[in-house]
Protein backbone atom coordinates (compact mmCIF):
# COMPACT_ATOMS: atom_id res chain seq x y z
CA UNK A 1 0.00 0.00 0.00
CA UNK A 2 1.26 2.98 -1.18
CA UNK A 3 0.88 6.78 0.83
CA UNK A 4 -0.30 9.99 -0.98
CA UNK A 5 1.81 12.48 -0.24
CA UNK A 6 0.77 15.47 2.08
CA UNK A 7 -0.25 18.91 0.45
CA UNK A 8 1.81 20.40 3.82
CA UNK A 9 4.76 20.20 5.06
CA UNK A 10 5.13 18.72 8.76
CA UNK A 11 4.09 20.84 11.47
CA UNK A 12 2.22 23.02 9.03
CA UNK A 13 -1.56 23.83 9.13
CA UNK A 14 -3.64 23.06 5.54
CA UNK A 15 -5.09 26.68 6.03
CA UNK A 16 -1.05 28.34 6.10
CA UNK A 17 -0.58 30.36 3.52
CA UNK A 18 3.10 30.96 2.64
CA UNK A 19 2.35 33.90 0.55
CA UNK A 20 4.93 35.17 -2.36
CA UNK A 21 8.38 36.54 -0.79
CA UNK A 22 8.45 39.60 0.31
CA UNK A 23 4.87 40.20 0.93
CA UNK A 24 4.77 38.67 4.13
CA UNK A 25 1.50 39.93 6.29
CA UNK A 26 3.39 39.25 9.82
CA UNK A 27 6.17 41.74 8.43
CA UNK A 28 3.80 44.58 7.89
CA UNK A 29 1.90 43.47 11.77
CA UNK A 30 5.27 43.69 12.91
CA UNK A 31 6.18 47.48 11.62
CA UNK A 32 2.33 48.23 12.95
CA UNK A 33 3.71 47.42 16.57
CA UNK A 34 6.50 50.17 15.98
CA UNK A 35 4.21 53.33 14.91
CA UNK A 36 3.40 54.13 18.28
CA UNK A 37 6.70 54.54 19.23
CA UNK A 38 7.21 56.51 16.10
CA UNK A 39 4.17 58.68 16.86
CA UNK A 40 5.30 59.31 20.24
CA UNK A 41 8.65 60.41 19.33
CA UNK A 42 7.19 62.88 16.82
CA UNK A 43 5.21 63.92 19.77
CA UNK A 44 7.82 64.98 21.92
CA UNK A 45 10.11 66.05 19.34
CA UNK A 46 7.00 68.52 18.35
CA UNK A 47 6.74 69.97 21.96
CA UNK A 48 10.53 70.18 22.70
CA UNK A 49 11.33 66.81 24.09
CA UNK A 50 14.30 66.23 22.21
CA UNK A 51 14.36 63.45 19.52
CA UNK A 52 15.26 61.00 21.82
CA UNK A 53 12.26 58.88 21.69
CA UNK A 54 12.12 59.56 17.46
CA UNK A 55 15.29 58.02 17.18
CA UNK A 56 13.64 54.91 19.18
CA UNK A 57 10.99 54.91 16.86
CA UNK A 58 12.95 54.69 13.74
CA UNK A 59 15.85 51.92 15.06
CA UNK A 60 12.51 50.00 16.07
CA UNK A 61 11.22 49.50 12.81
CA UNK A 62 14.73 49.63 11.37
CA UNK A 63 15.33 46.62 13.41
CA UNK A 64 12.08 45.06 12.33
CA UNK A 65 13.19 45.58 8.76
CA UNK A 66 16.33 43.89 9.11
CA UNK A 67 15.11 41.06 10.86
CA UNK A 68 12.98 40.14 8.19
CA UNK A 69 15.27 40.62 5.04
CA UNK A 70 17.99 38.29 6.64
CA UNK A 71 15.43 36.21 8.69
CA UNK A 72 12.65 35.88 6.44
CA UNK A 73 13.82 33.34 3.62
CA UNK A 74 11.95 30.69 2.15
CA UNK A 75 12.47 28.00 4.78
CA UNK A 76 11.37 30.47 7.40
CA UNK A 77 8.89 29.00 9.41
CA UNK A 78 7.21 29.72 13.06
Known sequence: M???PSPTRPGE?????RGAPGRSPHKWMMLLM?????LIGI???AT???AAGLFGGLACMGMM?????VMGG???QH
Open 13 to 17: SVGHS
Open 48 to 50: GGG
Open 2 to 4: TST
Open 34 to 38: CVPLV
Open 65 to 69: LAMHA
Open 74 to 76: AGH
Open 43 to 45: WQF
